[in-house]
């Protein structure tokens, strides 16, 4: 079996282009290319192939806003910061889009006044009055806890109605789908692959095997009831000790849900390619991220969506060519909810010391997140699965104090150097992980809005992590707020 070997230099596919061109069209490769002999590099042909497939890179705030549609994507296990993000980039959008996923992400936020919220179906341009919120056909809608959100919004002062469109061909989560999900949660409890209990992955389920109901069935009352009576029944045949009131819930969705439901409702498809062919610029918000992929993630402990670009162009019926900046946003460190294979994961009064000061505790879960060290090789990976064209790097303020910090830049696995992180997670979990130490500092960081401004081992560690990702770091995250964002512009 031949093997991929690490190569720690800068990635060759590096180009700055401004403006950005237009896509190249994809094409199949031939089936004869010869595999790389170095990772992420090969002979002189794999290099012309890569460099002339690569995706324009984006290398400043002004070349992100000059492409029509822009995509912030998770590229780690979930819980980099996309929200704050999406909150800052909204205000040049008219449109903002969330595509899959549910209520098992949480995004917090803040407004210019330090105020919080945690939003779960809820896209994060909400707090810019400017943009409108669409919740696209690859959602799935838990209906009272959208309201539950919505009414907290506008009792802060958040307008809301008017300003929400719903896809009616997102399917709905009811809570029998949360039932489910703890009913066989128990049933698998020797399994740990863990899950938010929030009826995500039962509710996918229903979707795939077509038995799941969706948002514009509720136009047709005596449909719907005679769909959801089945759902339940199957559901309730396979998991007898469940409790739930089904006529109960029923009378709840064919009334006053119903009636606060369906004016948020509309062909998302129709709306949102209308935008783009109006001309409107549309920021799309990605949940979870791709590591959690339920094809590219270290499955089976997953999510049961695409997080990645895939899942945003099914879960919006925004045609691929149409995607303009792809950004990946990625913790300065990693972590992760939950268990899984985890190969650069830190334990200790370390982990604690970092996960105090980044407070990491999950926002749907309020779990203690695990924490690592930067997982190269996973990051790059989700970049070449993504297109990514540029990064933001959120908390690296959270690595402030530490007299070393390491970088894990390679894996070994059976004593050969690996690539990408093995599919299999039996493998993953046995990998060596390949460390680079570089020296840490002791500044406060975060009163710095500009790269310049960070202390020298600080800009070398943005550095170096550029130099491996073979992408342009534009954003720097050095606090919680939405003003502490330090721009690194080429």
Not at 174 to 195: C, N, P, Q, Y
Not at 318 to 326: C, D, E, V
Not at 377 to 405: F, H
Request: with cysteine.
């Amino acid at each position: 079996m031949q093997t991929l070997q690490y190569m720690p230099l800068a990635h060759p596919r590096v180009r700055e282009v401004a403006p950005p061109p237009a896509r190249p069209r994809l094409c199949a490769l031939s089936s004869t290319r010869a595999a790389p002999a170095r990772f992420g590099r090969g002979g002189a042909a794999a290099r012309r192939v890569r460099a002339a497939a690569a995706p324009a890179q984006h290398r400043t705030v002004d070349s992100v806003r000059g492409e029509q549609v822009c995509v912030v994507l998770g590229t780690q296990w979930g819980d980099e910061g996309k929200g704050k993000l999406v909150d800052i980039l909204a205000k040049e959008y008219q449109m903002v889009a969330r595509a899959q996923g549910g209520a098992n992400a949480g995004h917090t936020i803040y407004d210019d006044a330090g105020n919080k919220y945690a939003l779960h179906l809820v896209p994060s341009g909400i707090l810019n009055q400017g943009a409108q919120c669409v919740v696209g056909n690859g959602v799935v809608m838990h209906a009272p806890g959208f309201f539950e959100e919505v009414d907290k919004l506008q009792a802060k002062g958040v307008q809301c109605e008017g300003r929400i469109a719903i896809s009616d061909r997102a399917h709905l989560l009811f809570d029998l789908h949360k039932e489910v999900d703890g009913a066989r949660e128990a049933e698998l409890a020797g399994s740990m692959i863990g899950t938010t209990k929030r009826g995500i992955g039962p509710c996918y389920a229903s979707k795939s095997t077509r038995n799941g109901i969706r948002v514009g069935e509720l136009r047709h009352p005596e449909q719907f009831a005679e769909k959801f009576r089945a759902l339940c029944a199957d559901a309730m045949k396979r998991f007898p000790d469940i409790e739930y009131d089904v006529e109960a819930e029923l009378a709840r969705y064919t009334g006053p849900l119903k009636d606060r439901l369906l004016p948020y409702v509309t062909d998302s498809v129709a709306l949102v390619n209308g935008a783009y062919n109006r001309g409107d610029k549309i920021l799309v918000e990605g949940a979870n991220a791709t590591m959690l992929d339920i094809d590219f993630g270290t499955y089976p402990f997953v999510t049961s969506s695409n997080p990645s670009i895939g899942g945003i162009i099914t879960g919006l019926g925004l045609a691929p060519q149409k995607l303009g900046a792809i950004i990946a946003v990625a913790k300065a460190y990693t972590t992760r909810v939950g268990s899984g294979p985890y190969p650069t994961e830190i334990f200790g009064d370390l982990a604690e010391e970092l996960r105090a000061a980044g407070y990491e505790y999950g926002t749907t879960t309020g779990r203690p997140r695990r924490i690592g060290w930067l997982d190269v090789p996973a990051l790059r990976y989700a970049c070449d699965v993504n297109g990514i064209t540029c990064v933001n790097l959120t908390k690296l303020d959270v690595l402030s104090g530490q007299d070393e910090i390491k970088l894990g830049v390679g894996y070994k696995l059976d004593g050969a150097e690996v690539a990408v992180p093995p599919a299999c997670v039996q493998d993953l979990e046995r990998v060596e992980v390949v460390y680079e130490t570089m020296p840490g500092w002791k500044d406060d960081i975060s009163k710095c809005r500009s790269f310049a401004d960070l202390p020298p081992a600080a800009q070398k560690y943005v550095e170096r992590c550029e130099e491996l990702l073979g992408l342009p770091i534009v954003w720097i995250g050095v606090g919680p707020g939405r003003q502490d964002m330090a721009l690194k512009e080429a």
